[in-house]
């Protein structure tokens, strides 16, 4: 995938989550060049997800730990436990309290 690529497919990730967020409790804030984008939930716990441009992944930072998703086979996996990045961002998101996500 080029770099372009990349950044469409990327983009493209943000607008999904974004608009699933628009139904939860948390708030959102994206940093000045749009590539981190940071929730927080009303306990004050926080999810940060960034696209990590020379790796071409989607990174995931949370109180349990950080996650990397690569694009396979048109899904987004995690490098390190195989999981998909929507499922792992709906579960971050029941343990912060924002409710129950549909991606």
Do not use: C
């Amino acid at each position: 995938m080029t770099e372009s690529e990349f950044k469409q497919v990327a983009d493209s990730v943000f607008q999904r989550i974004e608009q699933a967020l628009d139904n939860s409790d948390a708030d959102i804030d994206y940093d000045s060049n749009g590539t981190v984008l940071e929730m927080e939930f009303a306990d004050g716990s926080k999810v940060i997800i960034n696209r990590h441009q020379p790796n071409q992944e989607i990174w995931l930072a949370a109180k349990s730990g950080g996650f990397h998703y690569a694009m396979q086979d048109g899904n987004w996996l995690s490098q390190r436990d195989g999981s998909e990045l929507f499922a792992k961002l709906g579960e971050l998101v029941q343990i912060g309290g924002g409710g129950e996500l549909e991606f």
